[in-house]
């Protein structure tokens, strides 16, 4: 069964940076593209970025470009997106998420087949 499992979040202040990581267990990590959504209260789950497992240049949401870096490290099993010059509009719950029905990425979350649990990023100013 194929599972994955965030971590990395926490507490940050304005202008910090975090890195999350996303570990697959129970599948072949390399046959799928991931995806790194946000969600907060009241509100619907965000796309923030995409990495395909082929190479094509990564995804990412107008409001993270140039601040968010995801990549994958298929010998770990895991995807990471790299967090900088965080803000306190970027305080969420993440989530990874992963596919294989397209051939590169996609913004649409029921594209997604497995999902992680989320993990709390707060951000103060």
């Known amino acids: 069964q194929v599972q994955l499992v965030e971590s990395g979040g926490g507490l940050a202040q304005a202008g910090d940076s975090l890195r999350l990581s996303c570990e697959l267990s129970?599948?072949?990590?390399?046959?799928?593209?991931y995806g790194w959504f946000r969600q907060t209260p009241g509100l619907e789950r965000e796309f923030v970025a995409a990495?395909?497992?082929?190479?094509?240049?990564?995804d990412y949401a107008d409001s993270v470009k140039g601040r968010f870096a995801v990549s994958r490290d298929d010998a770990k099993s895991t995807a990471f997106l790299q967090m900088n010059n965080l803000k306190p509009e970027d305080t969420a719950v993440y989530f990874c998420?992963?596919?294989?029905?397209?051939?590169?990425?996609?913004?649409?979350?029921?594209?997604?087949?497995?999902w992680g649990k989320g993990i709390l990023v707060t951000v103060s100013l």
């Open positions: 129970g599948g072949n990590f390399n046959a799928y593209y």
């Open positions: 990495i395909s497992r082929r190479r094509v240049p990564p």
């Open positions: 998420a992963s596919g294989s029905t397209v051939l590169t990425t996609t913004r649409n979350p029921e594209m997604y087949d497995y």
